[in-house]
DNA sequence: CGGCTGACTTCGAGTCAGTGGAAGACATTG
DNA sequence: CAATGTCTTCCACTGACTCGAAGTCAGCCG
């Protein structure tokens, strides 16, 4: 079973020109039909997916396109391609703790705000106010 | 007390040239000196600490601005400002949601691999290797 | 057969949030 | 007086898209 770049945009919630993007940067290989046009397989849905949740895991196109080259290369890159999802598993478990931070800071203004609002606390709100 | 672009710098870890690009963006306000040069002070110090954390929780430059021009206004944004803390608080509330099913599929791969290492399953990798 | 539509192609430009560097102004120091 | 250092503005570059223009091709209608 073959696909038009818009076929598996839709399956997979990418933008066609995100997927041409990919496929120009080595991401991910294509075939081409007789009229130079993109042609892909089941496959390829199953590895633009892959893509996407390594995207969201911040990890950068040229990473991405060295981690797809060794996973071409077969058996042989097995330990290398192991190391390099270890090492973005970790950095994937700082994100998460930073994320938290980040969530705490804001809950802590956001409480900051409602006493100020209930007029528990004066307004000594933020410093650039005081420049007005 | 007032400050170079340099100290301030140094105080908040921001790059001058970021410093720069934000007071020009307008979301820190500055004065200059009789040689043009921005001048700072410690209220600066405070609010560039919290546009460091607004960056981090990914509010555009532009929202940010927004944001700094309601402090700038005083008590009567009050509210509004409110709104726009608790909308960031809940988007990074999600982002830590996010990040942890990220981690987690990492964390599958990587046992994944444990397990193709290990021989207890075969090294049905990834769909791009069978293009190669 | 001519013309239209629609999906594809490439390529160049724009976006955002910086980053980097050149060229010029000024103050301090040797 | 020249060198050094820090600032200034401005322009170009990055990454990862995003958008749009212009061209090509197949299928379909009258």
Not at 4 to 24: N, P
Not at 92 to 99: G, H, N, Q, Y
């Amino acid at each position: 079973m073959t696909y038009t770049i818009k076929e598996i945009s839709e399956k997979v919630g990418l933008t066609a020109h995100t997927i041409r993007f990919y496929t120009d940067k080595g991401l991910l290989p294509c075939s081409r039909d007789k009229n130079n046009r993109r042609v892909f397989d089941s496959e390829s849905i199953n590895w633009l997916r892959t893509i996407q949740c390594l995207r969201k895991c911040g990890i950068s196109i040229e990473d991405i396109r060295a981690y797809s080259a060794l996973c071409m290369q077969g058996d042989s890159t097995l330990k290398a391609r192991y190391e390099f999802l270890k090492k973005q598993r970790d950095m994937a478990l700082k994100r998460v703790e930073e994320a938290k931070e980040l969530a705490d800071y804001m809950e802590y203004k956001v409480q900051h705000y409602e006493d100020v609002l209930a007029h528990r606390i004066p307004d000594d709100t933020n410093p650039a106010a005081k420049k007005a």
